[in-house]
């Protein structure tokens, strides 16, 4: 995934959306697991609609039917949530959900507002994982924890919780914390209540990437790479990212139109690579 600046336009709508998730969990081990494809399955999306003078003018909230995880909600999540498997019964699956929700989502500019990156990230994945295009949802986004954090903590790698934001801007939180709704409407009211004028939208390119991909951090070409990533650096006028330093990788098979087979080989030598490593420890 990746961030990048775009302009603000003043009558663009924001949509600030949270959600809530399930896990796998065995009952005889007491252990989690996971699809490693769809490791966080969406069982609630919450969100609320804001005008460009950040005021609340409309609401979404549905649970979703789960079909990964369908035999219980996870133990942690049950408690902080509340959320039962009998809440979830009846409730439309991901693909209706998500349709719904996408109508929910303004055609006026809109952006994307999230609390951390991680929530949109698991949007796309989701999808990924029940094979729908999202390719028509705005990438416009803004993480309203990285600037509550800057304006709050003074610091944006400090990140604070969203109730000690909350309580730290002295507003209300009459309504329970761990609903999709509720965190959306938490979201909403802290971005309102700090310095938002300089705030602009970035453009979110997910790619799908893991940290075990071939592609990861492995560059086709390393002077090129290395050369490729200051020039961003310098125009961005920050350290890139993980995340960005990835997608820059990534471009190079693309651009060189790297066949399977010597990409194959690629990660053949990067295993053996770290096994020789493992071995040096």
């Given at each position: 995934?990746m961030f990048?600046i775009?302009?603000r336009?003043l009558?663009?709508?924001y949509?600030v ?15 989690t697991?996971s699809?490693?494809l769809?490791?966080?399955e969406i069982?609630?999306i919450?969100?609320v609609k804001m005008n460009?003078?950040?005021q609340?003018?409309?609401?979404f909230?549905t649970?979703?039917?789960p079909c990964i995880?369908?035999s219980m909600?996870h ?11 009998s809440?979830?019964?009846n409730a439309p699956?991901f693909?209706?959900?998500?349709a719904?929700?996408?109508k929910?989502i303004?055609?006026n500019d ?5 609390w951390g990156?991680?929530?949109?990230k ?5 999808c990924a994982?029940h094979n729908?295009?999202?390719?028509e949802?705005?990438k ?5 924890q ?7 903590n003074?610091s944006?790698?400090?990140q ?14 009459s ?6 709704l509720n965190?959306?409407y ?5 971005f309102a209540n700090i ?17 075990e991909d071939v592609y ?7 002077e090129?790479f290395?050369d490729?990533?200051?020039n ?6 920050r350290d890139?990212?993980k995340d960005?330093k990835?997608?820059l990788?990534?471009?190079q098979y693309?651009k060189?139109?790297?066949d399977?087979?010597e990409?194959?080989?690629r990660c ?10 493992k071995k040096?420890?």
């Open positions: 995934m990048i775009k302009e336009n009558d663009m709508e949509i959306f949270d959600l809530e998730f399930n896990q796998g969990f065995n009952r005889k081990h007491r252990k697991f699809d490693d769809c490791p966080f069982i609630q919450g969100a460009s003078n950040f609340i003018i409309e609401t909230d649970f979703v039917k995880y369908t909600i133990p942690y999540v049950a408690k902080i949530t509340g959320i039962k498997l809440d979830l019964s699956k693909k209706e959900a998500f719904e929700f996408c929910f303004s055609n809109p952006v994307l507002c999230v990156k991680s929530d949109i698991e949007v796309y994945r989701n994982y729908i295009d999202c390719s949802i705005t416009s986004c803004i993480d309203i990285y600037y509550a954090s800057k304006h709050i003074n944006t790698s400090q604070i919780g969203l109730e000690n934001a909350i309580k730290h801007l002295g507003l209300d939180d309504v329970s914390y761990h609903n999709a965190d959306a938490y979201t909403a009211k802290v310095p938002n004028s300089k705030i602009s939208p970035e453009l979110y390119v997910y790619t799908g990437i893991k940290e990861g951090l492995d560059p086709y070409n390393e090129s290395l490729t990533c200051q961003f650096s310098d125009i961005l006028k890139l990212s960005e990835n997608i990788s990534l471009a693309i060189y139109d790297i399977d087979i990409i194959k080989k053949k030598s990067k295993k053996n690579r770290k096994k020789k490593l040096k420890r």
